[in-house]
């Protein structure tokens, strides 16, 4: 059997499918147990590192770039795990950095300590690098102990031949599954208008999916379909809407909110991915449907959601 | 047709229509017709299939069409211009931006909130009132107007309770097929037929021997919808009811300034079924007033709501529907002009000399059946010359019944059936079936025809003939004699009747 070796730079000319992660980094590109806390200053080590290492010059830039899209959208991977990626147009391989910290790094107000981050450099001409990565990288990481595991590991050696062991392998795509978010907020099939409205002002959100008792996707909820409700076709008609000044079909939904079930306002227009189809699939059946959400579901059981700007953010910003 | 059909696909349907089309050429030069009426028959199928086969691309077809008439020296300009029918296109380009203001002001807004505060409102009560009112406002506002307000309110009270809108939506197009024969304003072949039969029809014909005919058959159609549709009427009631325990509504209900829209379109009515009197009081040419009361409504109601002005003729009026309307009109009008029109007239003088009687159903049977696979306004515009040459009042009424009734036979068989069907898909992404429409289509479409049929036999008699609406002495009960390529004549019934 051949010995694990550091076999660097697999995934040059952006092809990154079926690569090991461990390829992505070496034990020099390694900081073991650091006692920085300072997340700002941790990403400057790093970055400096890796540019002295490859050539990369325009690190002080990238590390501005991280600060602000780290406080944007937190990259964080599960428990006390986060994988921060900044892209340039410099690179055209994947560069990672590792950094492990016992005592946790400060990363932000409400954000449990990080004790494993994984830096990336990803080539801007391969946006799907990042999420293949983090696809990888999110399988092994499932475990709440990994953090706790890799921080106590003592040499960069040693990390990389854990990550090494975990068989990280790139997929050759990303999945659906890899770019949804967690379903914050939803309704129940026996919940009223009431609720619904109540959802829709406090989460300030445009659209809720409705579930049936086994977490089925049934319908989805959207303000546009409330405000329909409202004024339908026959009131929206008229060009003279003086005479409605006061909101007068407006406090007749009111008064019988929470008499009207969900049923009634829910439509069946809406977007699904299974959960295992590519995130391309995701990218179509927004742009044919026109739709702002994508529900990804595993057979009709609603996992996850990919709003438009959450999946154009992480394609060709994140 | 569809973006995505293939070419192959495609040719086969281009060779079908060529060879239909040469095929009814090469009949029409078997029938001893000359160069010029060979050319209009086949340039006139040419078309006709065209339509048929590429439905998107009607217009254009059209207008090359126009091209070859005037190109094979067929049709020359002035007959084009003459046999435009602008008359007719002016009059409904007026109902259009009227029926645009009249929406704008929230007339049908308040008539569909009418419908839907009723109270106690049961299935069989809400199918009555379905039926009236598209029936109603056909008769009022046309038919393609009366099913797009109709299927809204289908629409919004099959969403409320959660049901199919397909049977109801079908009711309503039906009933509005029906309606549509009440008045001159019913359909673009009520306004054709009035307009272009000699002498022209008036408002009051109508009113006097075509809506009672209508009423009719509304009544019996009625019966029959409410038993075809049994059990969803039955459901409507459950859903109905129990949404009524609920306290709840069928939809959202704001206060309508109806008074000033309700105002103009009676005004607007009263102003065409007066038109006779007032053209005798003017002195001006028949029907002058009809065509332009809605022309001269819409010029006001432009001035009134003049920051609107522009949006009524761009957006209310259907120009692509009326330019294909106008084509269509001056194609069949070469069919006239090249007398294949007299030359059919002949034949059926022929076929049914002496048994008059026979004429009505078999005109009624050609009307119903080539309006339920051919657009209604292009079956009239090339039929109704020929029906006219036969010269019998009744075989008028037999063509605008015929035509109207047969368009509730299949789901292409008028505007109003494409439109309701059109409002289906994009609301709900379904469609109905061929059959499903064609089962109870072909049974209405029958039965009412059915009805048409026996009350004209029965008012024949009482009927005035051609030579008296054109105020000429009365001759008691006349039938037309045509000779080919001569003025018409008419000879006493009695001579030529056994």
Redesign the interface.
């Known amino acids: 059997m051949k010995k694990p070796g550091f076999q660097k730079t697999a995934a040059s000319n952006h092809k990154i499918n079926g690569v090991h992660f461990s390829s992505f980094f070496d034990p020099g590109q390694v900081i073991c147990q650091t006692d920085t806390e300072d997340r700002n200053g941790i990403f400057r080590e790093m970055l400096e590192r890796l540019a002295r290492q490859h050539g990369i010059a325009e690190w002080e830039k990238a590390c501005q770039v991280l600060v602000e899209q780290e406080e944007r959208y937190p990259a964080l991977l599960g428990s006390q795990i986060a994988v921060p990626h900044v892209r340039l147009e410099s690179i055209d391989t994947v560069v990672a950095g590792v950094v492990t910290s016992q005592k946790g790094i400060v990363y932000g107000k409400g954000v449990e300590p990080v004790k494993l981050l994984i830096l990336m450099l990803v080539p801007k001409a391969a946006p799907g690098a990042y999420l293949q990565a983090l696809s990888a990288l999110s399988k092994a990481c499932q475990s709440p102990e990994v953090a706790e595991r890799i921080s106590a590991l003592k040499s960069g050696e040693e990390v990389w031949r854990f990550f090494y062991q975990q068989g990280m392998i790139l997929p050759d795509h990303v999945c659906a599954c890899d770019i949804m978010d967690p379903v914050k907020v939803k309704l129940q099939e026996h919940d009223t208008l009431e609720k619904a409205i109540d959802l829709f002002v406090r989460h300030g959100v445009e659209e809720l999916p409705v579930v049936d008792k086994d977490e089925d996707l049934i319908g989805i909820v959207s303000a546009h379909e409330l405000l329909r409700?409202?004024?339908?076709?026959?009131?929206l008609?008229?060009?003279?809407v003086s005479?409605?000044l006061n909101f007068?079909?407006f406090a007749?939904?009111l008064r019988?909110e929470n008499?009207?079930w969900l049923?009634?306002i829910m439509t069946s227009?809406y977007v699904t991915v299974g959960e295992e189809a590519p995130a391309i699939q995701v990218a179509k059946e927004l742009a044919r449907s026109r739709a702002n959400h994508a529900y990804i579901v595993r057979g009709q059981r609603l996992v996850g959601v990919v709003a438009l700007e959450r999946f154009l953010s992480r394609i060709l910003r994140e | 047709m569809s973006g995505e059909e293939t070419t192959p696909h495609m040719g086969l349907r281009m060779l079908a229509v060529l060879g239909v089309s040469l095929s009814l050429g090469g009949l029409a030069h078997w029938m001893n017709m000359d160069r010029s009426q060979v050319i209009s028959c086949t340039v006139f199928f040419l078309i006709i299939m065209s339509t048929l086969m590429f439905w998107t691309f009607r217009l254009a077809i059209a207008f090359i069409g126009i091209g070859a008439l005037m190109g094979l020296n067929v049709l020359d300009l002035p007959t084009f211009i003459h046999e435009c029918k602008l008359d007719v296109i002016l009059f409904l380009v007026g109902m259009m931006v009227t029926v645009g203001v009249l929406?704008?002001?929230?007339l049908?807004?308040w008539i569909?909130?009418g419908v839907i505060k009723t109270h106690h409102m049961t299935g069989m009560k809400f199918v009555m009132i379905l039926v009236f009112l598209s029936a109603f406002m056909a008769c009022a506002v046309d038919e393609v107007t009366s099913i797009i307000?109709v299927a809204?309110?289908v629409?919004?009270v099959c969403d409320?309770l959660?049901m199919r809108p397909t049977p109801f939506l079908m009711i309503s197009v039906l009933a509005t097929n029906i309606g549509s024969t009440g008045t001159m304003l019913g359909n673009p072949v009520g306004i054709l037929i009035g307009q272009k039969v000699t002498p022209p029809l008036k408002f009051l014909d109508f009113l006097t021997w075509s809506f009672p005919i209508m009423v009719l058959v509304l009544v019996v159609t009625l019966f029959l919808l409410l038993y075809w549709y049994r059990r969803d009427i039955h459901l409507l009631s459950e859903r109905l009811a129990a949404r009524r325990e609920?306290?709840?509504?069928l939809?959202?209900?704001?206060?309508?300034?109806y008074r000033r829209s309700l105002g103009i379109l009676v005004g607007m009515l009263g102003f065409i079924a007066l038109h006779h009197q007032m053209e005798n009081w003017l002195g001006l040419a028949p029907n002058t007033v009809l065509i332009v009361a809605p022309l001269v409504v819409a010029g006001v109601l432009m001035v009134w709501r003049r920051e609107?002005a522009r949006h009524y003729i761009e957006a209310d009026v259907e120009w692509w529907t009326l330019l294909f309307f106008m084509m269509l009109f001056a194609v069949a009008g070469t069919l006239e002009h090249t007398r294949v029109t007299e030359r059919i007239a002949v034949g059926f003088q022929e076929a049914f000399h002496g048994r008059s009687w026979l004429l009505t159903p078999v005109i009624m049977v050609i009307s119903a059946f080539g309006s339920a696979f051919v657009d209604n306004i292009v079956f009239v515009a090339s039929f109704l010359p020929v029906v006219d040459r036969l010269g019998q009042t009744p075989l008028i009424w037999a063509l605008l019944h015929g035509t109207c009734l047969g368009g509730n036979i299949t789901l292409i068989g008028s505007t109003a059936n494409i439109v309701a069907l059109g409002m289906l898909e994009k609301r709900y992404?379904s469609h109905i079936h061929f059959f499903e429409w064609f089962r109870v289509g072909i049974v209405v479409g029958l039965i009412s025809c059915l009805i048409a049929w026996g009350c004209i036999a029965l008012l024949s008699p009482y009927m005035p003939t051609k030579a008296q609406r054109m105020g000429e002495p009365e001759v008691p009960v006349q039938m037309m004699e045509i000779v080919p390529d001569k003025e018409v004549t008419y000879v006493d019934v009695e001579k030529v009747t056994p």
């Open positions: 409700v409202c004024l339908p076709d026959y009131i008609w008229m060009d003279d005479t409605i007068e079909p007749e939904l019988k008499k009207t049923a009634e227009e | 929406k704008e002001l929230g049908f807004t569909i909130q307000f809204t309110l629409f919004q409320t959660k609920m306290g709840l509504g939809g959202p209900l704001v206060r309508v300034p609107r992404h």
